[in-house]
């Protein structure tokens, strides 16, 4: 049982809690948001206020309005969703001994400037949390407002199994649990079986008083910086710290494993992609038994909406085939395409996520992964299938090479001549080449791998490609265009005129990553201008785009005016005006 409190006790403890670290460069916590959690001390039963609604007899539901719920030693506290809403605030304090949070799940934005649980255990028990889930999203949090999903306060003197939460995307620690190795009573704290989801800056955060994390996993997109996957800190008392059968992934940005000081650190079967893991093969999966969505965590099982679920590894009942893309542990990204003799869909198999941007039709599977896997299942045989990349494909849970299956470009694009020259520009998702001895070869140029630029007159000119044709574009008069057997109309792939102006952000002589973003007052694509790549990560929602940028260059066509620019690193930006006539 809990209690929803009113009014907020201010008094609390005077010693800094926050590292200098964190003060300086990330404000984690600040005073009053420490205040807030250290001084919320009365304890009482009762049932909690503040209750919307019920969904059935599963749960309760709570909408968060600036409550504090208390918890008391002894006591259980489950089954209840709670809804941020739009960064509405809620403080859970548990700080008594041997309770019990579990089956908690959470929606909406988390607010600014919070932690959402301050617990310890004060009684030299146990305590425990489990099966929770943090909110869909925080979207940006400046750095002086990020919040914590779990605060461990430094009096915490007993032991907190923390078991299959699921930390998604809060803005500053998912559990921030050294305080009391370094700066409180010595308590302790084992995560086993959590997940991790950019977690901004720190996924687990632990001392080396006797603290561990078991079977988990932490992602990082590589978007955003200062990023750790654990934190390990020295701390006053005796006991060491253990990471332990665990997989870390920080997509070049950040560390997977940092520490604070000199502090007694045990690693074993840990796998991160930045080699401070004794495995170098990470794999991005949420852990079994971790929830992964608010309702199902606060149901305390799956989702209802199990019909519209991806298929995984439990369809025992299936008789399809699988195909697994692993991207995981690779640079960069790749693009795959397959084609199958029977129905496909997406699944879920070894922790493979659902992507929206992979497509299915009719047996023809395309997608691409950078540090992720896509999974399918399928019915039939495999026929064709085209790996541009580092990623490994399985089959059935076997390597395959896929020289095996058909050809690297299995597709063919044809152009007619008309008798009359036409100058052409054509674009492929995937790769495209001109073909030796071909009018081709002679007339048309590659950029970029996905895109070539030629002119026809007479006869026939071919090209093998992967992937599927985007565009086709006619600066003047037509040809023909054939793809494999199937003539096309060109129009269908050349709804607008070119677009005359081009922006180009460079990253080829800077270091580290650029992430930017703008907008103009007519229309914009991507481009590959200048021998420029195209990023599945970059995003065009109507007059907006955003995107990143390492080594390379990102470039799009646009017509009209640039309303907004932002730019956040040292890629260099060339906008150029009628860059076709140049």
């Known amino acids: 049982m809990a209690r929803d409190e009113s009014v907020r006790d201010t008094t609390g403890p005077a010693e800094q809690t926050v590292s200098d670290d964190e003060r300086n460069n990330t404000s984690v916590i600040d005073r009053r948001s420490y205040l807030k959690l250290a001084g919320a001390t009365a304890l009482a039963t009762g049932v909690s206020a503040g209750a919307a609604s019920a969904a059935g007899d599963d749960y309760e539901v709570i909408e968060a309005r600036g409550q504090t719920i208390t918890i008391d030693s002894g006591q259980t506290w489950e089954n209840k969703l709670i809804d941020f809403g739009n960064r509405n605030e809620i403080s859970i304090i548990a700080k008594g001994t041997n309770w019990t949070v579990r089956n908690i799940g959470f929606t909406g934005t988390i607010p600014y400037n919070t932690a959402v649980f301050g617990v310890c255990d004060s009684g030299s028990g146990t305590s425990v949390m489990e099966n929770i889930y943090f909110g869909e999203s925080t979207g940006e949090q400046p750095a002086s407002t990020r919040s914590i999903c779990i605060w461990v306060d430094p009096k915490h003197n007993g032991h907190l199994d923390v078991t299959n939460v699921n930390f998604n995307v809060p803005g500053n620690n998912g559990i921030y649990g050294s305080a009391p190795a370094y700066n409180g009573n010595g308590g302790t704290v084992a995560l086993d079986s959590c997940y991790g989801n950019d977690c901004h800056h720190t996924a687990f955060r632990i001392g080396d008083n006797g603290m561990s994390i078991d079977n988990c996993m932490s992602y990082k997109s590589g978007t955003r910086a200062a990023n750790r996957n654990a934190w390990v ?133 395309t997608g691409r992964v950078a540090g992720w896997r896509d999974a399918f299942r399928f019915a039939g045989d495999l026929e064709e299938l085209t790996i541009e990349g580092d990623a490994r494909v399985f089959v059935n849970g076997e390597r395959v090479d896929p020289a095996d299956y058909g050809q690297e470009k299995p597709h063919m694009l044809t152009l007619v001549g008309n008798g009359t020259t036409a100058n052409y520009e054509l674009t492929v998702d995937g790769t495209i080449e001109t073909i030796e001895g071909d009018g081709s070869d002679e007339y048309a140029t590659v950029s970029s791998g996905n895109t070539v630029e030629g002119s026809i007159e007479r006869a026939a000119q071919r090209f093998r490609f992967s992937g599927t044709l985007t565009d086709v574009t006619f600066l003047d008069d037509s040809a023909q265009v054939y793809v494999d057997d199937q003539q096309i109309d060109p129009e269908q792939y050349n709804e607008q005129e070119l677009l005359p102006h081009a922006i180009v952000i460079d990253g080829t002589d800077t270091d580290g990553r650029t992430t930017y973003a703008f907008s103009v007052d007519g229309e914009v694509i991507t481009s590959s201008y200048r021998d420029a790549s195209v990023n599945p990560g970059d995003e065009i929602d109507g007059h907006s785009v955003s995107g990143k940028v390492d080594d390379g260059l990102d470039a799009y066509w646009f017509d009209g005016d640039i309303a907004d620019f932002q730019l956040s690193g040292n890629a260099n930006v060339d906008v150029e005006y009628n860059a076709r006539s140049n």
């Open 233 to 365: 800190w020295e701390g006053k008392y005796d006991g060491g710290a253990t990471i332990r059968n665990s997989h870390f992934i920080t997509n070049g940005v950040g560390d997977s494993i940092a520490t604070n000081g000199n502090p007694n650190l045990t690693i074993d079967n840990v796998h991160t992609d930045d080699g401070h893991g004794d495995g170098s093969n990470p794999e991005h999966f949420v852990p079994e038994g971790c929830p992964k969505s608010g309702e199902e965590a606060a149901s305390g099982g799956s989702s209802n909406s199990a019909s519209s679920t991806p298929s995984t590894d439990e369809d025992t009942d299936r008789s399809e085939n699988t195909l697994l893309v692993d991207g995981v542990g690779t640079a960069g990204d790749t693009r795959y395409e397959f084609t199958v003799s029977g129905a496909a869909e997406k699944a879920t198999i070894k922790g493979a996520t659902i992507d929206d941007g992979d497509s299915i039709e009719s047996g023809h599977i």
